[in-house]
């Protein structure tokens, strides 16, 4: 893991949310949310498909207007000073929206001159952007032919040309293959640490929430069912697991096991002790010394850590892999129906 | 009730201050971009970026522009030169060049009705070009763009009117063309001079701001290609035949003849054929314009009003 630079864990909102919701007829997309972003962080919504992810980033960059409560980004109302809202973040929306009949640099420059940056500024720093997502080479081809992992990259740099203070990012690697998400995830981390921006991203992936997020809300049909960090949220859980075998099936030391200060519970079963542990890198060495001081032999240990999937299955009652198939194949079916489009 | 209001800003305010400070420390470290500059804040900033993307997009696809043109050439060349209505009325028995000539003109304003067809063909094109200026828009919708921009602080309003702009371009130019075409085909030219043409440009242009105000309109709610596709064909031909542009109204039953009083179309015909071949003109040019200028107007502030709705949900 990184270390957060020594600087400043600024205590400072960039966005407050409060009882924002949004419902579309019947439906509650978005049921009264409230949440803030510190100065800096990498936030993530967790959630499913059609948990009111979108709709959430939606409001907050103005594309919709909320139904209720309020919400201020970069300290502006984004209901009241819309404009000034916009100006201030940037959006890599989850649809490609880059015009295919334009090259990649015409593109982001076609950015700038909406955001009314002038030329004399904008020509440099669209070839800065083309070069922190490594798209020079092909910034004067047309976008419609690069690649799916290019596209993305330039949506991320067309979001980034208005200087933003703070960066939206809607399911970023939804539908790229490894090595492009490893990539994405690179640039994700570099704004962070060396550009100092604070970033609001959706994903329906745990490993990308478990490894970029400082702190993740879990979100589920509009409502905001745990929020904290990565490594909160699995210790909410109750902690590690930690199995170790030993030789001799007595005496049973459970009770000693019990007593470190680390261990919650203690389950023993023929020779293998069954052991939940706050910090289960601490605990097992202590366990260890414990264990071999009693005149056992270890024959084998095991640590398991909590992952977020089975936090999200206690807050959600549903597993995302499940969400996941079925976003794969929507993902499939939305590339043919483009195909045939074009 | 103004005391939560009151109480909100000043939050707004000290929060701005403080994320200000916090950025200000951050900054001057290892990596950062050039100095952020001051942004264009006028409401018409980036529009003209806009109209030149779709532009760009269509003079550099030749064939796009020549599959706009070949359709009115065809009416042109096959429909103007085959409906010969001088020879029709010459064809009766008894009747003289001198007659003959006496008929067109009370009919149709000249005594060539190819001539008449050309200035109606290039009401034709304008549009037709403005319908699917409207279709554009949708497409903007469905493959995201429109969204992209508005997530940017472009005006709403310049988002449409970008679109208008660009559609009342690419109308004179293939307009121009017609007129190239028509000429070279046998149109009436000798009455044609500068500010005839700069005055039959000017209506043009008035028609198809209007025309495609209209169209633009009609399509910012709609993200479907197929209804846009619906709405056009249910107004095209409508607004093309209950106008003067293929027939003389003189020759139209009178419930038609209300009709096409009504359509703005006919304005631009009646002052383009005014300044461009002499004709004869149902109205006079004050009228023509100031119609023309109204139809304009109105339709292209009723779509900068709809677009602060209709663009945001």
């Not at chain 1, 400072?12 to 949310?33: C, R």
């Not at chain 2, 130019?173 to 039959?200: D, H, N, P, R, Y």
Request: with cysteine; aromatic share 8%.
């Amino acid at each position: 893991m990184m270390e957060v630079p020594s600087l400043q864990k600024a205590e400072i909102s960039i966005v407050k949310v409060e009882n924002l919701s949004k419902s579309f007829g019947k439906l509650k997309a978005v049921d009264s949310v409230t949440f803030e972003i510190e100065v800096g962080e990498i936030f993530g919504f967790l959630g499913p498909n059609g948990a009111g992810k979108s709709t959430t980033i939606k409001m907050l960059t103005t594309l919709l207007k909320p139904s209720g409560g309020n919400a201020l980004v970069c300290g502006y109302d984004v209901s009241k000073s819309a404009n000034e809202v916009r100006r201030s973040v940037g959006v890599v929306p989850q649809e490609y929206t880059a015009d295919e009949d334009m090259t990649g640099r015409e593109n982001i420059l076609l950015c700038a001159d909406l955001y009314g940056i002038p030329r004399s500024n904008s020509i440099p720093h669209v070839e800065e952007l083309l070069k922190l997502v490594e798209l020079q080479d092909a910034a004067d081809r047309k976008v419609s032919t690069y690649s799916g992992g290019m596209r993305r990259r330039l949506e991320l740099a067309s979001g980034l040309i208005n200087y933003p203070k703070l960066l939206f990012l809607d399911e970023p690697t939804l539908g790229l293959d490894v090595q492009t998400r490893a990539a994405v995830w690179k640039y994700i981390r570099t704004l962070k640490f060396e550009y100092h921006m604070t970033l609001f991203l959706t994903t329906h992936y745990l490993e990308e929430a478990d490894s970029l997020c400082d702190r993740v809300a879990i979100i589920d049909h509009g409502r905001i069912v745990k929020i904290g960090s990565p490594e909160e949220l699995k210790a909410s859980l109750g902690g590690d697991v930690i199995v170790v075998g030993v030789q001799e099936s007595t005496p049973d030391i459970s009770q000693d096991i019990a007593k470190i200060k680390l261990v919650k519970d203690v389950k023993k079963s023929d020779n293998n002790y069954r052991i939940k542990a706050e910090m289960g890198e601490e605990a097992s060495p202590q366990i260890m010394d414990l264990v071999r001081s009693k005149g056992l032999h270890v024959t084998k240990i095991s640590l398991t850590k909590p992952t977020l999937d089975e936090v999200y299955l206690e807050y959600t009652g549903r597993t995302l892999r499940e969400e996941e198939t079925n976003r794969m194949a929507m993902m499939s079916q939305r590339i043919n129906m483009s195909r045939a489009r074009s | 009730m103004e005391k939560t209001t009151r109480s909100a800003t000043t939050e707004e305010t000290v929060l701005k201050g403080s994320i200000q400070e916090s950025l200000d420390q951050s900054a001057g470290k290892e990596q950062t971009f050039r100095a952020a500059p001051k942004m264009d804040k006028s409401p018409l900033h980036g529009m003209w970026a806009l109209t030149q993307r779709d532009l760009r997009k269509w003079y550099k696809n030749p064939i796009l522009l020549m599959m706009s043109l070949i359709q009115p050439i065809i009416w042109l060349g096959l429909f103007g030169k085959a409906l010969n209505f001088t020879s029709f009325i010459s064809a009766a028995p008894g009747a003289t060049q001198a007659q003959t000539n006496q008929i067109m003109l009370s009919t149709f304003g000249t005594t060539s009705y190819f001539s008449f067809l050309v200035c109606g063909m290039l009401a034709f094109v304008i549009l037709f070009n403005s319908a699917f200026g409207g279709m554009s828009v949708v497409f903007d919708k469905r493959f995201g763009f429109m969204d992209k921009a508005l997530t940017t602080p472009i005006s709403r309003g310049a988002i449409v009117i970008a679109k208008v702009l660009q559609v009342v371009v690419r109308s004179l130019i293939l307009a121009a063309i017609i007129l190239v075409v028509g000429a070279a085909l046998g149109m009436e030219t000798s009455q044609m001079t500068v500010l005839g043409l700069l005055g039959a440009f000017g209506a043009m242009f008035l028609m198809a701001f209007g025309l495609s105000s209209l169209f633009v309109m009609l399509a910012l709610r709609s993200s479907d290609w197929q209804t846009q596709m619906a709405v056009i064909n249910l107004l095209n031909l409508p607004l093309l035949f209950a106008s003067n542009a293929l027939f003389p109204v003189k020759i139209m039953p009178s419930w038609l003849q209300t009709v096409v009083k009504f359509n703005p179309v006919s304005y631009a015909n009646d002052a383009a054929r005014q300044l461009l071949i002499g004709a004869t003109g149902a109205n006079s040019l004050l009228i023509d314009f100031g119609v023309l200028i109204v139809f304009a107007v109105v339709f292209a502030s009723v779509s900068i009003i709809l677009s602060w709705r209709l663009l945001s949900k």
